[in-house]
DNA sequence: CTTGACAATAAGTTTTGACTTATATAATAT
DNA sequence: ATATTATATAAGTCAAAACTTATTGTCAAG
């Protein structure tokens, strides 16, 4: 479980629509599969086995209530991807090109932010 | 190209470590297909169609130069999926109340298992 | 103790993805 | 023109992903 493959997972784990509709229920609250399963054409052990790689990805934890089985979103999987996505936007910032560069400071001052 | 389609496929292109490697490498200046090809053990092809995947998740752009055709970041893809962990954030400083964290601790410790 | 609701797992199918080798294109140098 | 360098595309292979249906495990209610 090195920080590489939690990159994997968690990135791989986002490239399906469905798990992003699902990590976007959740970031409304605690849900069980069924609730979960309830907006998609898919079969409940379709969601299930899409639970279980975000699980697997550290972007959802479950939860014991009787036989259900609620999930709720996880940090550890968001802070992971957030961290490398901010070494890229960080490059992007520091290394545009004159263009962008000026494009980019008249975008900032109109907000008022100088770089 | 809708908003979904370009989160798909930058999510996905970032699912993949070489790829990862191939935008770190650009996060320091642009570069040529066999100058990044060059850490890896895979063939010129195999970068090149990773190139090409980058490209359609809108993560790099190409630039000619005689018979080259050096790549650099781009900006358009990382903010999209900016944008979107920031809502997953979002939710997680929301729902941090220490009362989740409390019930699923409470939850762990009661499972005392009987079969 | 049986039943029904909730969820997980198993096994099979079909797509999709990441490679390979072989070949093609395009600009540059000889 | 021909060769060389840089890259792209094509075609095929193999593994992994995303589903399906069928089945199983588990709890809680009657």
Sequence with gaps: MDAASNLNAAFSALADPTRRAILARLA??????MELAAPFEMTQPAISQHLKVLEGAGLVVRRVDGTKRPRRLAKAGVEAM??????????????????????????????????
């Design 28 to 33: 409304k609250g605690e849900a069980t599969v």
């Design 82 to 115: 957030d961290q490398w996505l901010a070494m890229l936007r960080k490059a992007l910032e520091k290394n545009y090109d004159r263009l962008d560069e000026v494009l980019a400071s008249m975008e900032k001052q109109k907000r008022g932010e100088k770089r």
